[in-house]
């Protein structure tokens, strides 16, 4: 049987069809490989790129768009955010720490981007060139407890483009994120102290006039570090010049200054003498001999005014210890005022005249500093030393109240007797040369016998002092939790 041959027709159609298929799987599998590759990319990109919604403020206007905010890590770890920005008018690089708080990071945040701002606001003209701002910092934590910031800012702007530098710092309590203000973490009078220290490196450039510095009274900004404490001051303060002047205090320097609270960890250590700081009273000479009046349980109004009064006419001074709640009325007030305005000096004899000996240790620390707080209530200022009521004081006393403790050598036994005689007759046999003096100030014949023995004193050679210029001028440092009965050697335990 013959077999037809078989022919086949070829269908061009769909051919060409089969081929644009093929030509579209080719063209779509290839822009798939392509986006997959650029899905990667990206990946790898925001994985390398810190995310600008780092910034620690959310509830501050953001910055210009031609601004960027970035995260970036400096040495030793310490992360930092930046503000970085250019364009034809101002050039802006402003950087500040990342701490642990969100609540700090705020507040240094606000700061500094208010700071940018306003500059750029002012870099909206037409100038030769660029303005610039530059913002660093310092930072350092002191006993895990207190964060110190500090922001130093460097600008050149139209139309002068002369560098200004200007410097601004922080403090902030790590346990409570609250920012501490310079006078709550230190005390006393620091800032002449401080003022102190700057004279003696800029004095000349100041025209040698420390009495002058104090009036103008700078304001410096402080940053902690591993071993003290610097003063950073603007020279433009004092009419020198552009740019800061940096004073360092070591810690044995300052401490007398910083307040109890902060005194734990590397600024738990004893104080170097301050010899020229101490409140020493113009025209003393220490080669004469020396006693130190010392007046407890006032204010009392009249008769404290009256004993001031009669100081004064010797240009004589004394310490008054006073207690707490007798410092309340405008009576009392004015009376330590008028204390103050003498130059006799004002020391912490209990908020209750509460023997220190029967409490514990909280109740100790509340007794002296609830006193402290009633003096600075009352007159702006904070004792420095403590008269333990009845001169109670044992060990524990001394380890735990945090202050020299001013016992007496001289008891003029005022409160029994009540009489100017008798307290005349102690005073004429028993005051030696460094000597404390125990008298009261609540008392007409306490006033009456002060009247009376000053001009005997005089003439026996004596200068009248208070009790730290006594220490002073005799090179005594006085050291907290040491007993001190006069300013001999001996009789200090």
């Not at 269908?11 to 290839?30: D, Q, S, W």
């Not at 606001?121 to 913002?135: A, L, T, Y």
């Not at 403790?405 to 030696?432: G, N, P, Y």
């Not at 404390?436 to 050679?461: F, K, N, R």
Request: hydrophobic residues 35%; contains cysteine.
């Amino acid at each position: 049987m013959d077999r037809k041959r078989v022919r086949y027709r070829v269908n061009r159609n769909k051919m060409l069809r089969a081929a644009l298929i093929a030509l579209c799987a080719v063209v779509i599998l290839t822009g798939s490989i392509i986006m997959i590759s650029g899905i990667l990319k990206d990946k790898k990109e925001t994985a390398e790129t810190p995310d600008v919604s780092a910034s620690p403020v959310s509830d501050i206007d953001e910055v210009k768009e031609s601004s960027s905010l970035i995260l970036s890590n400096i040495s030793q770890g310490v992360s930092s955010y930046s503000i970085i920005e250019t364009n034809e008018n101002c050039k802006i690089y402003a950087t500040y720490p990342k701490t642990l708080s969100i609540k700090i990071d705020k507040k240094l945040e606000k700061y500094v981007r208010r700071t940018v701002d306003h500059f750029a606001g002012d870099c909206d003209v037409e100038q030769e060139k660029r303005s610039e701002i530059k913002i660093t910092y310092e930072t350092f934590t002191a006993n895990d407890s207190v964060i110190s910031v500090l922001l130093t800012k460097r600008e050149s702007r139209t139309p002068l483009y002369q560098e200004l530098v200007d410097v601004k710092g922080f403090l902030f309590d790590a346990r409570t994120d609250e920012e501490i203000p310079y006078d709550e973490f230190f005390t006393g009078e620091y800032r002449k102290y401080i003022n102190n220290a700057l004279f003696d490196k800029i004095g000349d450039e100041l025209g040698g006039d420390l009495d002058e510095l104090n009036e103008m009274d700078p304001s410096p900004e402080f940053i902690l570090n591993n071993s003290g404490i610097d003063a950073v001051f603007d020279k433009r303060q004092f009419g020198i010049g552009e740019g800061t002047v940096r004073v360092t205090f070591t810690i044995p320097q300052i401490v007398t200054f910083i307040a109890d609270a902060y005194k734990t960890g590397i600024y738990d250590v004893d104080p170097e003498p301050i010899e020229d700081y101490m409140p020493v009273m113009e025209g003393i000479d220490s080669s004469k001999k020396l006693v130190a009046f010392s007046f407890d349980d006032g204010p009392n109004g009249d008769t404290t005014k009256r004993i001031v009064a009669a100081l004064k006419r010797y240009n004589a001074h004394a310490t008054f210890f006073v207690v707490g709640n007798r410092t309340k009325t405008e009576k009392q007030r004015d009376a330590m005022n008028a204390c103050i305005e003498a130059g006799c000096e004002i020391g912490n004899h209990t908020y209750a005249h509460t023997k220190l000996t029967a409490l514990s240790e909280s109740e100790l620390r509340k007794a002296i500093e609830d006193c402290n707080d009633a003096v600075e209530e009352a007159v702006g200022k904070r004792t420095s030393l403590l008269r333990p009521p009845g001169g109670s004081t044992n060990q524990f006393v001394r380890d735990n109240a945090g202050y020299p403790l001013i016992k007496w050598a001289v008891d003029t036994r005022d409160w029994e007797s009540r009489d100017k005689d008798q307290v005349l007759a102690h005073l004429k046999s028993e005051t030696f040369d460094g000597a404390i003096v125990l008298m009261h100030d609540l008392y007409e014949s306490t006033a009456d016998a002060v009247e009376e023995i000053l001009p005997w004193l005089y003439d026996q050679g004596y200068q009248v002092v208070s009790v730290s210029e006594l220490m002073a001028a005799r090179g005594v440092n006085m050291k907290k939790g040491e007993v001190y009965f006069s300013a001999k050697p001996d009789e200090v335990q």
